[in-house]
């Protein structure tokens, strides 16, 4: 078990969860903490900084749940992000998101996009793999394959 996990381990206590609540007051009075040193490095225990980053985050938050509504081939109609940012954009630039209409117009940023959407997939296989059936990790591997 690695630094961090004893950590967290140590805040659940004898509970079977936690909250991010639990975890910044434990951090908090615990300053020799692998937590506190990683609350400390994003300057979180700064008021200003803080605050900054928690307007961040809120900014994140509200680009990530503008929805519009999308048609498939199928005819299905489907509610999904209006903005998206892409993983070989984020490598060169600053965090930035662009309209979706406008990477799937683009054959190069389409691409791209299929190819986070399979690093998604591929997250979510490993995330899972220890309760998906052998069938289910071979139809994701199947999907996976279809995007790349």
């Known amino acids: 078990?690695?630094?961090?996990?004893?950590?967290?381990?140590q805040v659940m206590g004898d509970h079977e969860a936690i909250s991010p609540a639990n975890v910044v007051t434990w951090a908090k009075r615990?300053?020799?903490?692998k937590l506190y040193k990683m609350f400390d490095r994003r300057g979180l225990w700064n008021?200003?900084?803080a605050a900054e980053a928690a307007r961040l985050d809120f900014g994140r938050d509200v680009?990530?749940?503008y929805r519009v509504k999308v048609t498939?081939?199928?005819g299905e109609t489907y509610r999904v992000?209006?903005?998206v940012s892409l993983s070989e954009e984020r490598e060169t630039a600053a965090e930035s998101y662009c309209l979706r209409s406008d990477?799937?117009?683009?054959?190069?940023?389409?691409?791209?996009?299929l190819r986070d959407a399979a690093r998604d997939l591929n997250s979510f296989r490993r995330r899972y793999a220890d309760v998906l059936t052998g069938k289910q990790l071979s139809t994701l591997a199947?999907?996976?394959?279809?995007?790349e």
């Open 63 to 65: 680009i990530q749940k």
């Open 72 to 74: 498939a081939k199928d």
């Open 1 to 9: 078990m690695g630094k961090v996990e004893d950590e967290l381990r």
């Open 30 to 33: 615990h300053k020799g903490s």
């Open 103 to 113: 990477v799937i117009s683009d054959r190069a940023r389409k691409r791209a996009l």
């Open 47 to 49: 008021d200003r900084t």
């Open 81 to 83: 992000r209006a903005l």
């Open 142 to 147: 199947d999907l996976i394959d279809a995007l």
